[in-house]
């Protein structure tokens, strides 16, 4: 590393933000912290998955019904634990419990944010040594301040969202995190322990010649979608096709793709997902307020997924995401009617 360059961490980044709005008050910031920190312990045991004896199926099984993996358990309880800890969290939700958690002591019941997140997306991949992530999302509540957080401040639209943003771990750990300012991306230095700012205002590109999705699902799909995933793998040398295919099966990890080199991601509703897999609330709402602010698109093929009203905390819904050209095209000429 040049000794002479100036690492700016992502503490002093944010309080550079903070400070150019005279009324913020770095509760924001704060919770940024605090989510870095229990990002960086679930990147300790992520790192020597390997060696200690924490591979393989924990053997409960969470609310949807999944088989979670001995660290799915440990990074939800981590962040749980972190985040009551917290001075400026109300309460959580996450995708690995089935009810929201409200923080009941004095000083949780008068803070002013909740916190939604996947604790560790793409864990089918963590015996394999493939990138996996953490994922969260900070919303403003709109319960009572001094009284405990409630339902509703989990089911707000994802257009509602404050911050949001993923850890990935992946050959390096890096975490990515998108306000109202913009998509900047932090890579963990080890030898300090802090994450360090190394992708400066992100941008999705506008265009891109990857399409991502789970390709054995084809024969569950509509017909509209099997022809959207012709057009993909079709030659024609002026639209760049045909696309290159990448699916690593971990949200985190497609979607950074995604963003740093464009291309369009997919998980449509199927004849077995009749609702698409993904979890709106833990999933589909952050990636898509981080890809939109970074310039890119998200769309469930209806309505932009940010517009949705969520009814319930383990909502599914499908979901287009990526570069803004290739996901308009998708909606101009493949979408269901
Ligand atoms: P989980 O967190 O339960 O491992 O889910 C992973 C998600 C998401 O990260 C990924 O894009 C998708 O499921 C992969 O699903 P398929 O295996 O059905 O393609």
Redesign the pocket.
């Known amino acids: 590393m040049n000794p002479n360059r100036k690492l700016i961490t992502l503490d002093e980044f944010t309080v550079m933000q903070t400070r150019q709005f005279s009324q913020a008050t770095g509760e924001l910031s704060t919770l940024l912290r605090d989510i870095s920190l229990a990002c960086k312990l679930i990147n300790k045991q992520v790192n020597k998955a390997g060696l200690a004896d924490i591979l393989g199926a924990h053997g409960a099984v969470n609310v949807q019904g999944?088989e979670q993996m001995k660290l799915d358990v440990y990074a939800d309880e981590i962040l749980i634990n972190v985040l009551k800890n917290s001075a400026d969290c109300a309460g959580i939700a996450s995708?690995e419990n089935d009810d929201f958690v409200a923080f009941d002591d004095q000083h949780s019941m008068n803070s002013k944010y909740v916190v939604m997140f996947?604790p560790?997306?793409?864990?089918?991949n963590i015996d394999v040594n493939a990138s996996i992530g953490t994922i969260f999302c900070i919303y403003k509540r709109v319960s009572e301040l001094g009284k405990p957080c409630s339902k509703e401040d989990f089911l707000q639209k994802g257009e509602n969202m404050k911050a949001a943003g993923y850890v990935i771990y992946g050959s390096s750990t890096m975490l990515v995190c998108a306000t109202k300012l913009g998509v900047n991306g932090f890579t963990l230095e080890p030898s300090i322990g802090e994450f360090c700012l190394s992708h400066r205002d992100m941008k999705c590109k506008e265009d891109g010649k990857i399409y991502s999705v789970?390709q054995g699902?084809t024969n569950k799909l509509s017909d509209k979608l099997r022809a959207y995933l012709d057009y993909c793998m079709e030659e024609d040398k002026e639209t760049n096709r045909p696309y290159s295919h990448r699916?690593i099966?971990?949200?985190?990890a497609?979607l950074h793709r995604t963003l740093i080199k464009g291309g369009i991601f997919m998980?449509p509703a199927d004849k077995k997902n009749v609702h698409g897999?993904?979890r709106l609330l833990y999933?589909c709402n952050p990636m898509s307020f981080i890809v939109e602010k970074a310039g890119g698109v998200s769309t469930t093929g209806e309505q932009r997924v940010l517009e949705v009203q969520p009814q319930e905390l383990h909502q599914r819904v499908p979901i287009f995401i990526g570069s803004k050209n290739m996901v308009n095209y998708y909606l101009e000429n493949y979408k269901e009617d």
């Open positions: 999944e995708e996947d560790l997306d793409g864990s089918s789970n699902n699916y099966g971990s949200m985190v497609d998980y897999k993904l999933e």
